[in-house]
C-alpha cells in the first residue's frame, strides 16, 4: 500500500489503498490540512478556494496528474497564483489528486511573498 509522510507533522506516516484522495486521507489520519479560519471556510474538497494546498517534497510522480481545475486555479486564482511561486514543481491541491505511490509531503505550506524564490522570478515583461 501506498505510504504518506507528512515532514511537518512529526513525519507521522499514513498508509492508504491506492487512489486515496490525499486530502482525505489527511484528514482521516489526523492530520490539519487547513490554518487558521480556512478550518471552517473551505470549499470542502471541490477545489475552488486552495486552502488545502500542500507541497510534495518527494513522489510527484506518485500523484494523479494535475487536473483541469487545479491548473485553472494555479493559473487564475489570485491566491492560487502567487502561492505558487517559487513552488511550481512541488505545490498540488490535495484535494484534487489521488495517491498511487509513496510521497512525502508538508502541509499548510507558508505565503512565501518575502522569500527570495518569490522576487527571484522574473516577470514577464523584464524579460
Ligand atoms: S478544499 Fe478547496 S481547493 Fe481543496
Known sequence: MPKIIV???QKKEIEVPEGTNLRVALRDAGVEVYSGL???LNCRGLGLCGTCAVLVKKGMENLSKKNLRERFHFTFHPKGAFAIIGHEDEMRLSCQCTVHGDVEVEVRPAFNLSGENFWS???PFNK
Open 121 to 123: 522570478k522574473p516577470f
Open 7 to 9: 515532514l511537518n507533522e
Open 38 to 40: 480556512e478550518k471552517y
